[in-house]
């Protein structure tokens, strides 16, 4: 029993020694969250699956439900979750282009570990699916979910079959794209910064963790964000067209272009101070691009659910073109391609 209790001690001084925090970055709290997911679902066009709006006391109570599988008391689901709610660019910058595939996604931050190990041991550390995160990937498969169910909404609706099953089945799939979503416009989300300003420090940005939480749930709290706050923000809907995936990627990257600007509003204590036009705007701009991001999300769904079904290849089948043997699969396609 003492070896078992040796070796669990220096299991849990590992990510200390390696410099990274005890314990994961949060996201979003509820209060933003709940108005993102609730500016969202309000901003529906007509012509969109409207009928989600009766779901959204539902979706904004459980908005934070995919942060409840992130305790270290339930390590299972904690292992696989926590690396959906990050995806921090700048850790794996030489791995281009992104896979569109989770698993070839893991392949590659291995081949990669593997090539810079010797010249940067430090980095080729972090070089894991934890410390590189996932987020797209948690998207888009929530995204798929929720056009599956949309399907089968329609199908129902149509034969005059009950939908209240289904109804809450799509509120639940709302949360879970909602909040990946939602943590994707979270600056500190997207970059190895999310807990403390990481390396060379040229501007003395603070190194402290608490950093996260002081924008994310402190400031938003102070200022009693809303979903009326969000929605006469929210522009005409968008991405119906193009490659969503990559959608996804270029939305992350936006958010990404905001991190220096969120630790230099910290550094001069604009996160303290309710009034602070500054951060005020922040908050806003980034709960906004989420919720619009959603908006579009949802109703591009809607959408796609609508159109008939073209034949595609298995993508599990050895057969397809793109069959990668390494992972059983082939990766799935550009919207529009074969």
């Known amino acids: 029993m003492g070896m078992r209790n040796s070796a669990r001690a220096a299991l849990l001084a590992v990510p200390l020694a390696l410099g990274f925090a005890a314990q994961p970055a949060s996201a979003w709290g509820p209060r933003a969250h709940a108005a993102i997911d609730r500016a969202a679902l309000a901003a529906l066009p007509d012509d969109g699956p409207v009928f989600l709006r009766a779901q959204a006391d539902f979706v904004a109570a459980m908005a934070i439900l995919p942060d409840m599988w992130r305790g270290a008391s339930e390590p299972f689901s904690k292992i696989e979750e926590d690396p959906n ?120 940005y603070t190194r402290e963790a608490s950093v996260h939480g002081r924008f994310e749930s402190e400031y938003v709290d102070r200022i009693a964000l809303s979903e009326q706050d969000i929605v006469p923000r929210i522009g005409q809907t968008g991405r119906q067209g193009g490659d969503l995936f990559d959608g996804v990627l270029a939305y992350l990257d936006q958010s990404g272009l905001s991190v220096e600007r969120l630790y230099q509003l910290d550094r001069k204590g604009a996160f303290t101070n309710p009034a602070d036009q500054d951060a005020r705007a922040m908050i806003y701009d980034r709960t906004t691009a989420a919720a619009t991001m959603l908006r579009d999300m949802l109703q591009r769904a809607w959408i796609e659910s609508g159109s008939a079904s073209k034949p595609v290849a298995n993508p599990t089948e050895t057969r397809h073109p793109r069959y990668n043997a390494d992972t059983g699969s082939a990766p799935p396609p550009m919207d529009g391609a074969d």
């Open 85 to 204: 709610h990050g995806w921090f660019r700048e850790q794996f910058a030489g791995i281009q282009p992104i896979p569109r595939s989770r698993y070839e996604f893991v392949i590659a931050l291995l081949r990669e570990r593997d090539r810079i190990k010797a010249r940067d041991p430090e980095r080729a550390q972090r070089m894991n699916i934890r410390w590189t995160g996932t987020l797209p990937y948690a998207a888009m498969e929530a995204y798929d979910r929720l056009v599956a169910g949309l399907r089968q909404w329609r199908r129902l609706q149509g034969a005059g079959q009950e939908t209240r099953f289904i109804e809450q089945a799509l509120a639940f799939d709302v949360v879970r794209l909602g909040h990946y979503i939602g943590d994707g416009a979270m600056p500190l989300h997207v970059s190895v910064h999310h807990d403390g300003w990481q390396g060379d420090n040229p501007q003395a």
